[in-house]
């Protein structure tokens, strides 16, 4: 047979039934991709965590190392089983620490709830290094911090706190670094001069610590704003003559006048408004040396006087 009787004979052989022989290599193709989808595949998953801890007491442990709020999951399986898993569904892992005392936990098949046809491969981390210390109990001073522009030409004064101190509660290493507690601040925009009663939140909790009570009293007084000016040598003025009394004269003849109030009232006073007065007995005339209390007239509304020495001699003199 030559060789154009072989290719002819080839041709043929190929040819025959074509349509039968094309469809069975579709069906094999088809049948291979389906049965290697069937295979194992491998998914991860974030599962949350949870601890039993020891119980909040006094001497007791208290863990200072944050856990994770998840951990990651690897597990193994067909893809119609493990596509549809979540992480919620298969935890959550809880940590069994009440002893106080692990150093390191390893995360491990056991602390997974696992479906059918689901195998374990491996957490992420595979362990967590665990802090401990002490929890102990200690009084913290309250303080409390009032902010805000008051109404105009007046100023926050005394700020009280009820009670004085709260129990806090947490690890010994974070404590011992405090010695107060604050509250929220409050606000006292706008408030005009009067006495203020709040109840107030302590500062949001932190480092492990927690508080004997939630909230606190603060009470606090908006004053009138109150300046100060001081007026020297100023002379006094005598008064009050008894009918055929010698003529006085004080000693000291000038004093000093401190004048407190309203910060406006006090930029407008003048030396000449401040009249220091020493009053003589309208009874008795006075014969001999007396000492008299020295009182400030003409002063405005809303201003008060100190007046330096309080006291002067009255002194009777001669005439020319």
């Known amino acids: 047979m030559n060789l154009g009787s072989r290719l002819a004979a080839a041709r043929a052989l190929v040819l025959e039934n074509f349509g039968y022989k094309f469809a069975s290599l579709a069906i094999s193709v088809t049948l291979f991709m389906v049965f290697r989808g069937a295979g194992a595949v491998q998914r991860s998953v974030d599962v949350p965590i949870t601890a039993v801890l020891p119980a909040a007491y006094a001497g007791n442990s208290v863990l200072i190392t944050p856990l994770p709020e998840r951990v990651r999951l690897t597990v193994r399986g067909t893809p119609s089983v493990v596509a549809p898993l979540r992480g919620d569904e298969m935890g959550p892992v809880q940590l069994d620490l009440r002893d106080g005392r692990r150093r390191r936990v390893y995360l491990d098949r056991s602390l997974v709830n696992l479906p059918a046809g689901v195998d374990f491969v491996g957490f992420t981390p595979q362990s967590i290094d665990l802090r401990w210390d002490a929890l102990v109990t200690r009084p913290l001073a309250v303080r409390a911090s009032v902010v805000g522009n008051t109404a105009p030409r007046s100023h926050i004064a005394a700020v009280t706190v009820e009670p004085e101190r709260v129990q806090a509660r947490g690890p010994s290493l974070a404590l011992e670094a405090r010695d107060v507690v604050h509250t929220v601040a409050v606000d006292a925009s706008g408030l005009s001069p009067g006495r203020y009663e709040r109840r107030v939140p302590l500062e949001a909790p932190r480092d492990g610590i927690d508080y004997s009570m939630a909230q606190v009293r603060v009470t606090f007084e908006v004053e009138p704003l109150i300046g100060e000016r001081r007026f020297e040598r100023l002379p006094v003025t005598v008064r009050g003559l008894a009918r055929g009394a010698p003529r006085l004269e004080a000693r000291p003849p000038v004093v000093a006048v401190v004048v407190t109030g309203d910060p406006e009232l006090l930029s407008e006073l003048l030396p000449s408004q401040i009249v220091p007065v020493a009053t003589a007995p309208d009874t ?20 008060t006087a100190v007046v330096e020495p309080p006291q002067v001699l009255l002194v009777p003199t001669r005439e020319p």
């Open 284 to 303: 008795t005339p006075i014969r001999v040396a007396t000492e008299v209390r020295v009182q400030t007239v003409t002063l405005r509304e809303g201003l």
